[in-house]
């Protein structure tokens, strides 16, 4: 963005990029934006495997998940921890039923609206997707009351929270027998952040 004020160059901003000119003055960043690796989730907070600038904090930064990316506000940043908004929790369900065969752990209420098969939102509003259903949880997190038990999901909602085959399924069983509680996470270890770098520059007193 650039601004004039009196047919003067005041202020020259860039977001998310390397190099802006506007009446031979220039303004540059050595990158667009900055990433990191998740290495612990908090319901409110994100461990990263590298700090971000001080400059981070009040500014908003993407998470991916593909296929779904989400973004937070970053409330405070302390090293390599950020504080972000809102949290990261995202729904709490119970394992009435695993089907071992198809890696499936079942809630009988069929509380998940946004979930796989069916969305009842747009059943109730009647809204068309040009894509089809969309699935809110496909790449979200499945995680015990405790943190300790942690599944990555392909889909989930509606029938059932199908976890991702490509991960160690053998304690499944064992960490969410009938009647557990689990949580639903947004962000799990080895997703990825990003926040686009910026920098202003002025010009006029």
Same mark, same amino acid.
């Given at each position: ?19 802006? !000119?506007?009446?031979? #003055?220039? $303004?540059?960043? %050595? /990158?667009? *934006? =900055? ?6 989730? &908090? ?27 989400? !973004?937070?506000?970053? #409330?405070? $940043?302390?090293? %390599? /921890?950020? *504080? =972000? ?6 729904? &709490? ?113």
């Amino acid at each position: 963005m650039a601004s004039w004020r009196n047919g003067k160059l005041e202020r020259l901003t860039l977001v998310g990029g390397t190099d802006f !000119s506007a009446d031979g #003055k220039s $303004v540059r960043l %050595a /990158a667009p *934006e =900055v990433k990191a690796v998740v290495k612990e989730v &908090r319901d409110d907070s994100l461990v990263l495997d590298r700090g971000l600038p001080a400059s981070a904090a009040g500014q908003v930064i993407f998470a991916e998940r593909k296929p779904v990316e989400s !973004s937070y506000r970053v #409330k405070a $940043v302390k090293g %390599a /921890a950020i *504080e =972000v908004t809102p949290g990261t929790w995202i729904g &709490r369900g119970r394992a009435d039923r695993y089907d071992e065969s198809k890696g499936t752990i079942f809630d009988s209420r069929d509380i998940f609206p946004l979930g796989e098969k069916r969305n009842r939102l747009a059943d109730i509003t009647s809204m068309k997707y040009p894509e089809g259903n969309r699935n809110y949880y496909a790449g979200a997190w499945l995680v015990s009351e405790d943190g300790i038990a942690r599944y990555r999901l392909k889909t989930g909602g509606f029938p059932g929270f199908v976890l991702d085959p490509a991960q160690n399924l053998s304690g499944v069983a064992r960490d969410f027998p009938k009647g557990k509680t689990f949580l639903l996470y947004d962000l799990g270890p080895g997703d990825t952040v990003r926040i686009l770098n910026t920098k202003q520059a002025s010009y006029c007193p």
